[in-house]
């Protein structure tokens, strides 16, 4: 264990990935705004239970990945694994199930036992929307609506496809479980180690397989469009309705199941194939069991989240913020008076940054980096006559100025 390495699958965010994390983040919580989507934030850890009942037992996320742990007074915790139960939680622990429609937005660090490569992390950060409520078919077009939105405004969406399918509703998935289960029985042998197990526990799962043995045999497997009720072939048809109305396009994808258990009806996904095999940038779907499975009452509820690593890895450079003014004292002595004017300068309102160490050719250097349009030089003699100097960095021309006057001569110079 090397101690100054950060642990695997975390990294820093340093300033220039932090700038892109700040704009997904700016861009989605704005985005969510314009469909009435307000910000707000459940704590990082919960009790075990709120993620193990409804991501259920047999998903990956809750057999193989959760951050579980007792804390010292023994209770079960986990690190959150994903915003969509903890949301369910708060919406029943603050009483809100009478105050629907609930529209959330969030985002936040995520943590998965992956197996980390580009794009997989795991401690990762998603942005999220939760619309709490609506049982319409319309819901879950304006949450796919909400995710076309932001992606465009990310200047990403062109780079996504939109999947979409339906789980339909328990009715339609137990007659399509019995059916599949008949289907890969015949082909129990074949299937990849992950599918056997998946076969007993989720069948549905192995629709999402990525083993090429098993995507042979799934070529023939039964299509659960084919098992749907009336009733959720309706609503499914009344989303496709709306998204063309809006003229959003999409892909049918029957394989689409999502990784996690608590879905009914609507699943999407939107992919990528510029990442490799991280590919899928938002998902979501309709989860209107998940109440009921954390032990509240029946609410209809859909949403989506977005990795925002992947989101920052398909978006551009964001450029960092440009000092008004570089400070650059010509002596020691005068280092004091200027930090004060410094101070003084950012409660003006100024963005300015002190160069505090190095010789007067290294202070150029380092006031050049910071790409500042000017910088304040200052002695003690000039800071004695309440002046300083001002120095264009473009064309290196340097004006005597009074303290009292910075303002109005940096307003001159456009
Ligand atoms: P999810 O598909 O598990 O869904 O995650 C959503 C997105 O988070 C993924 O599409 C991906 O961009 C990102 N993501 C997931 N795992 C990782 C990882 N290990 N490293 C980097 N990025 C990752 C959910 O979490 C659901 N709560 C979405 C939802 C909201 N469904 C309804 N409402």
Redesign the pocket.
């Given at each position: 264990m090397d101690i100054i390495q950060p642990v695997r699958g975390t990294s820093d965010l340093l300033p220039a990935d932090k700038a892109k994390h700040n704009h997904v983040i700016d861009c989605a919580k704005q985005g969510a705004a314009q469909f009435g989507y307000a910000e707000m934030a459940t704590p990082i850890f919960e009790f075990t239970e709120v993620f193990s009942r409804p991501l259920g037992a047999s998903s990956d996320?809750v057999a193989k990945e959760t951050y579980s742990f007792e804390d010292r007074g023994g209770t079960g915790l986990t690190l959150r694994?994903?915003?969509?139960?903890a949301?369910m939680r708060a919406i029943i622990s603050n009483g809100l199930t009478q105050s629907l429609p609930q529209r959330w937005f969030y985002a936040g660090p995520?943590f998965?036992y992956?197996r980390p490569q580009k794009?997989?992390?795991?401690q990762?950060?998603?942005i999220?929307?939760?619309l709490i409520g609506p049982a319409s078919p319309l819901g879950d077009a304006e949450i796919i609506a909400c995710g076309v939105h932001i992606l465009k405004s990310l200047g990403v969406l062109d780079q996504t496809v939109l999947h979409l399918n339906t789980l339909g509703d328990s009715d339609s998935r137990q007659a399509y479980r019995t059916a599949l289960i008949a289907y890969l029985e015949a082909y129990r042998n074949d299937l990849s180690e992950d599918s056997q197990r998946r076969l007993d526990t989720n069948p549905l799962r192995i629709l999402d397989s990525k083993s090429a043995s098993d995507r042979n045999i799934l070529q023939d497997a039964p299509q659960l469009h084919r098992y749907l009720t009336p009733a959720a072939q309706a609503h499914f048809d009344a989303v496709k309705e709306a998204l063309q109305a809006a003229s959003i396009t999409w892909v049918d994808d029957p394989f689409l199941v999502?990784?996690?258990d608590y879905?009914s009806h609507t699943a999407f996904?939107f992919i990528t194939d510029q990442l490799g095999a991280?590919g899928?940038?938002?998902?979501?779907?309709r989860?209107d069991g998940l109440a009921q499975s954390l032990g509240g009452p029946l609410l209809p509820?859909?949403?989506?989240?977005?990795?925002i690593?992947?989101?920052a890895l398909l978006g551009e450079e964001q450029a960092q913020p440009v000092p008004d003014l570089v400070l650059l004292a010509a002596e020691q002595s005068a280092e004091a008076d200027l930090f004060a004017l410094g101070c003084q300068l950012r409660a003006d309102g100024y963005h300015v940054v002190s160069i505090l160490s190095g010789n007067m050719g290294k202070k150029m250097k380092a006031a050049n980096r910071l790409g500042a349009r000017f910088a304040l030089i200052a002695g003690a003699d000039e800071l004695g006559r309440n002046c300083v100097s001002l120095r264009n960095m473009q064309d290196g021309t340097q004006t005597e100025v009074e303290i009292s006057v910075i303002g109005n001569w940096l307003a001159q110079q456009g």
């Open positions: 996320v694994p994903e915003g969509t139960a949301a995520m998965r992956e794009g997989r992390m795991r990762f950060h998603q999220g929307c939760e999502r990784g996690l879905y996904e991280q899928t940038v938002l998902g979501g779907g989860y509820a859909v949403g989506f989240a977005a990795g690593e992947r989101l």
